[in-house]
């Protein structure tokens, strides 16, 4: 069983897929299954999975991605898109099984917190599917297996092609597969005593 830290080391964004690698069903099954672990606020469990499984849906959205061959050599190609209104979906159901005065506290807040306010909504889908997209990613490495996350591509026209509802928002794509060559190597990761904050920002 490999580590989480040990995963976390080796993902790298892969480009070159084996596109004769399969993925089994049941491997896919024990993926989500840890996916949907993801942790989102409220528990409203906002994203939601585009698993691009169809050849002629996938060369499509590969010409949407400007060519980029991962979008169908990949075994796997997720859109990870998000729910705005989750929030207000039968949200009894994201804490069915929590003890009546938890629901009664919890309930009246996702309301309060989310109507009217647009932006919060929009945040709170990309904070969700950016969670889960590196949930995804480094499951996938402790399978054996490898990964690309991808914004590069027209999200209008990916919108279109899977029919996005309209009260959804795309993220980003996550290809998973067996990589044909191995990525590049790390080419400059920023100094800790650049990126690490101690209690505020120093004002000039």
């Given at each position: 069983m490999m580590k989480v830290s040990e995963a976390i080391r080796q993902r790298r964004a892969v480009k070159a897929f084996d596109p004769t690698h399969r993925i089994r069903e049941d491997e896919?099954?024990?993926?989500?299954?840890?996916?949907?672990?993801?942790p989102t606020a409220f528990n409203i469990q906002n994203w939601r999975f585009v698993l691009a499984e169809d050849p002629a849906l996938r060369q499509q959205l590969r010409d949407a991605a400007w060519g980029q061959a991962q979008v169908t050599d990949a075994s796997l190609l997720f859109v990870l898109t998000a729910d705005l209104k989750a929030w207000e979906k039968a949200p009894k159901r994201y804490w069915r099984d929590a003890a009546a005065p938890v629901q009664e506290?919890?309930?009246?807040?996702?309301?309060?917190?989310?109507?009217?306010?647009?932006?919060?909504?929009?945040?709170?889908?990309?904070?969700s599917c950016g969670i889960a997209a590196q949930t995804l990613m480094l499951a996938a490495q402790e399978m054996g297996y490898d990964s690309c996350p991808m914004d590069g591509f027209d999200f209008d026209a990916v919108a279109r092609l899977i029919q996005l509802p309209s009260d959804h928002v795309i993220a980003m794509f996550v290809a998973v597969g067996k990589a044909a060559q191995p990525a590049h190597p790390r080419s400059g990761p920023l100094a800790l005593d650049e990126i690490v904050v101690r209690n505020r920002f120093v004002v000039a």
């Open positions: 896919i099954e024990a993926l989500m299954q840890l996916v949907k672990l993801s506290a919890i309930l009246p807040m996702l309301d309060g917190y989310y109507r009217g306010r647009d932006a919060v909504q929009r945040d709170e889908a990309m904070r």
